[in-house]
């Protein structure tokens, strides 16, 4: 696909429901005592694996006017592996739902996931009961689980990983007593403020508490992406004729971090009317700006996890130096992220600089260029934004993008004038 600069961006646009949360909200409603509704899911190649996997061992699932119907009617045990496709997501806090259920299930996914670490969420659900097998040790996928009875168990991780708490509190929540998770950074935390409505988690002196219990039936409202409308943000600051506004954004502040960066960065962007429904939301206001280099500290890495491609981008576009360090778990999400940045801006013309744990960009002027996004959706759409900004792009494979985000070439659309 070519993409060619665009004179000015101009406009409004609505960004698709949040992964994350509509990942938790499939697996809470079949973890629920009855039929759940969840309005706005996203609809993406992802949260469809975690939708396979909740039918598979007997959820109902129905779909209408843009709503889910969610309740699990009779468990059975699925008679095939179950497949994950490329979502971490899916595979870890899958692992943590399937700990909960009298049955044998295995889980498998595509040649990322297959080779991304499994043995950060089977080390804490281990300590609740379940019997895991696979891969290395059941390191990697495919891995087997034997759930059931579960215990409970206080566990101290080292790594700051969502995906990782969020497994252990699903499987905790059906547990023979209270269990506790602690965390060296504080991840992203969409699991324990739904848990704490219903009084099932809540946290006393940074250690999250886990009292098992089983969550009533709900109606949720699944919120903006902040992640995916991080690439219209980096559009509308890097961009030398740009105005955007971007609705209904969810701005939970342990996946903001991005916006204290910006700001670092001398951004124009203002958020406007915050509201609350589980999580907050808002509006956005996007402005062309006038850029300067920043660091990024290892503390901040959690909560700026999935933008730190467009973190780089913003380092092309800005005066001076940016530099990223503390972030050797971004060599382990779809692709290895770190490379794949030094990669595809190098090719467009920036200077990089590849660390272990990160990369520095200077400032410069990007060039038109054929770029492989490593089967990974937000490399993807970070090398597309780039050439809007800069000087065009031609991209392989560009239907990566439905992973997260179907219709992000469609509201590229909208705006580029
Ligand atoms: C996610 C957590 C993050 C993030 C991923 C989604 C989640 O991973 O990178 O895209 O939904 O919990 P880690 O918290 O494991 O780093």
Known sequence: MRIQPAKSIRGEIRVPPDKSITHRMIFFAAMAKDRCEIENPLIADDTLRTLDLVKSVGANVGYDEGKLSIRMERISEPSSPIFCGNSGTTARLGLGFLSRLPLFSVLYG???????????????????????????????????????????????????????????????????????????????????????????????????????????????????????????????VCHRNAILEIKDVGLNETRTGFLDVLKRMGASIETRNIKNDFEPYGDLHV??????????????????????????????????????????????????????????????????????????????????????????????????IAGVCGNGVEITDPKVVSISYPSFFEDLKKVKR
């Open 287 to 384: 402005e062309s700006s006038n850029l300067e280099g920043t660091e990024v500290s290892a503390e901040e890495i959690p909560s700026v996890i999935d933008e730190i491609p467009l973190i780089a981008l913003l380092g092309a576009f800005a005066k001076g130096k940016t530099v990223v360090r503390g972030a050797s778990e971004l060599r382990k999400k779809e692709s290895d992220r770190i490379k794949a940045i030094v990669s595809v801006l190098s090719e467009m013309g920036a200077r990089v600089q590849e660390f272990e744990d990160g990369f520095s960009v200077e400032g410069c002027n990007l060039e038109n260029a054929k770029i492989d996004p490593y089967g990974d959706h937000r490399i993807a759409m970070m090398a597309v």
């Open 110 to 236: 595509d040649a990322s996931l297959s080779s991304r670490p499994m043995d950060r969420v089977i080390e804490p659900l281990s300590l609740l009961g379940p019997i895991f097998d696979g891969r290395n040790k059941a390191s990697n996928l495919p891995v087997s689980v034997r759930g059931g009875k579960i215990k409970h168990a206080n566990y101290r991780s080292k790594i700051a990983s969502a995906q990782v708490k969020s497994a252990f509190i699903i499987a905790a929540t059906a547990g023979d007593g209270i269990s506790t998770y602690a965390e060296p950074v504080k991840s992203r935390d969409h699991t324990e403020r739904f848990l704490n409505v219903f009084g099932i988690v809540s946290k006393k002196d940074g250690i999250i508490e886990i009292k098992p219990s089983v969550i009533p039936s709900f109606k949720a409202r699944v919120v903006g992406d902040f992640s995916s409308a991080a690439f219209f943000i980096t559009l509308g």
